[in-house]
């Protein structure tokens, strides 16, 4: 049996996912993306897991899709397969919080990857670009619209207008990344993280990742009302009640719903 392009761990309540096409820096390819998409479900299903990592190698989080794959795609190829919606936007449909560990390159389609999860931490190794503008083409999975989202016009146009890379202490500065470490350190730390979110109310997880993400979906008025809405229907929970009562009572929560 050929070797699995995404490697499938558990620390504790965390799931663990690591590319593994070293070789090719972790270049995403159609199958790479299957055997995601179907392991971000299966975490997904899991009642034993409360948030989700995905990492890759020392050299590439993932160095983009791949490119020999795609060269001779023409465009009623890419249209009729609906290249992209088919296997990259399984991980749109993941409720539970997904962590970018990301060391290395994370290029093109593996920006975008990365960008697509709810928390990108970065190797201090790591470099963030969307070349796309260099192979004739532009960011196909969200990067024209995520990346602005993160850092702003300015540097998003600067960065897919010239195809440059910025490192790990420019994309925290510019709020693409939320925490910078030394490579080494990496994982401990995502997964550290991690496991902090999974010793939360899973509910209470769930409802926080879709308000914040409506306050990039819709508009302000809409994310404020849908906030408002899932905030209040947490106090029909027992975390709620067990949450509050153990800050009154200045004691460690013990979440039942995890
Ligand atoms: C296919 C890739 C690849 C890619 C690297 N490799 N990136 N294969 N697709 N995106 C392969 C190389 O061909 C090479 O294979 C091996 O990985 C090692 O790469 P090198 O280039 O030898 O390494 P290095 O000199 O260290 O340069 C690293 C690099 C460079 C700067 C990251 O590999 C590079 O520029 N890669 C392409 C980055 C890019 O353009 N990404 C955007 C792709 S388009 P061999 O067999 O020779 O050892 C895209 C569109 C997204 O992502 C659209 C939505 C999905």
Redesign the pocket.
């Known amino acids: 049996m050929s070797e699995s392009l995404v490697l499938v761990e558990t620390r504790g309540r965390v799931g663990l996912l690591t590319l593994n096409r070293p070789?090719?820096?972790n270049?995403?390819n159609d199958a790479l993306m299957d055997e995601l998409g179907s392991a971000l479900l299966a975490f997904e299903q899991d009642d034993g897991i409360g948030a989700i990592v995905i990492t890759g190698s020392e050299?590439?989080f993932a160095?983009?899709?791949?490119?020999?794959?795609?060269k001779d795609w023409s465009y009623m190829d890419v249209y009729r397969s609906d290249?992209?919606t088919r296997n990259?936007e399984t991980l749109k449909r993941v409720r539970k919080p997904v962590i970018a560990a990301v060391g290395g390159?994370a290029?093109?389609?593996?920006c975008?990857l990365a960008m697509m999860c709810d928390l990108l931490i970065a190797a201090d190794s790591a470099k963030f670009?969307?070349?796309?503008i260099?192979?004739g083409?532009i960011?196909?999975?969200g990067?024209t619209q995520r990346l602005p989202r993160a850092v702003g016009k300015a540097k998003a146009m600067d960065l897919i207008l010239t195809g440059r890379m910025m490192g790990a202490e420019e994309a925290e500065r510019a709020g693409l990344v939320s925490r910078v470490v030394p490579a080494a350190k990496l994982l401990d730390e995502a997964i550290e993280v991690a496991t902090v979110i999974a010793s939360m109310s899973l509910a209470s997880v769930m409802m926080a990742k879709e308000s914040v993400n409506r306050a990039f979906e819709g508009s302000l008025n809409e994310g404020l009302l849908f906030e408002r809405r899932v905030f209040h229907s947490l106090f029909g929970t027992e975390d709620q009640k067990e949450g509050m009562t153990a800050f009154v009572e200045k004691r460690e929560a013990r979440f039942k719903h995890r």
């Not at 160095?63 to 795609?70: H, S």
């Not at 670009?129 to 796309?132: A, I, T, Y």
Request: charged share 15%; no cysteine.
């Open positions: 070789k090719a820096l270049a995403l050299k590439a160095a983009g899709a791949d490119i020999g794959a795609m290249y992209i990259w390159y290029l093109g389609g593996g975008e670009g969307q070349p796309e260099k192979l083409v960011p196909g999975a990067g």
